[in-house]
């Protein structure tokens, strides 16, 4: 078995969301305060399309490369040279950043196309927006605020 699970690798017991669509579970991380999500003092588990999500920001804001855990595997993206003091026209940065993002997210077989892609940078911050089609059939849009 590879990073991902096929369905028919999936437990029985598993929601017929998760079966369905095979995202499994993920606990709620707050990116914005570098967190994990409590509730009543326990670590929120999200499933589904909500565990994709938390996945996908996950691998954004992951920087290729620079944790041992992920050595030796494609895991994350290169964002920094991009957005970081760089003097690259903005066509092109606009460019590469849609490569880096369809590069990541689709390591995951669930992920087939990233369609509507858009960037918003000011000198600060660098957020992008795009639509996830998956395998099923499935879309939904994600901002992801890469900082």
């Given at each position: 078995?590879?990073?991902?699970?096929?369905?028919?690798?999936?437990?029985?017991?598993?929601?017929?969301?998760?079966?369905?669509y095979g995202f499994g579970k993920s606990?709620?991380?707050?990116?914005?305060?570098?967190?994990?999500?409590?509730?009543?003092?326990?670590?929120?588990?999200?499933?589904?399309?909500?565990?994709?999500?938390?996945?996908?920001?996950?691998?954004?804001?992951?920087?290729?490369?620079?944790?041992?855990?992920?050595?030796?595997?494609?895991?994350?993206?290169?964002?920094?040279?991009?957005?970081?003091?760089?003097?690259?026209?903005?066509?092109?940065?606009?460019?590469?950043?849609?490569?880096?993002?369809?590069?990541?997210?689709?390591?995951?077989?669930?992920?087939?196309?990233?369609?509507?892609?858009?960037?918003?940078?000011?000198?600060?911050?660098?957020?992008?927006?795009?639509?996830?089609?998956?395998?099923?059939?499935?879309?939904?849009?994600?901002?992801?605020?890469?900082?």
């Open positions: 078995m590879g990073m991902f699970p096929e369905t028919s690798d999936l437990p029985q017991a598993v929601t017929t969301d998760v079966i369905k606990f709620l991380f707050n990116f914005n305060k570098g967190d994990f999500d409590l509730k009543d003092g326990k670590i929120t588990v999200v499933e589904d399309i909500a565990a994709l999500k938390v996945w996908i920001e996950k691998i954004l804001r992951t920087k290729r490369g620079e944790y041992k855990i992920y050595e030796g595997t494609p895991y994350g993206s290169r964002f920094d040279d991009l957005v970081v003091g760089s003097t690259y026209p903005p066509a092109f940065i606009d460019s590469e950043l849609r490569r880096e993002v369809e590069e990541a997210l689709t390591q995951n077989p669930q992920i087939i196309t990233i369609s509507e892609f858009e960037v918003d940078r000011s000198a600060s911050n660098c957020t992008v927006s795009f639509v996830v089609t998956l395998a099923s059939g499935l879309t939904f849009g994600e901002v992801v605020n890469l900082g």
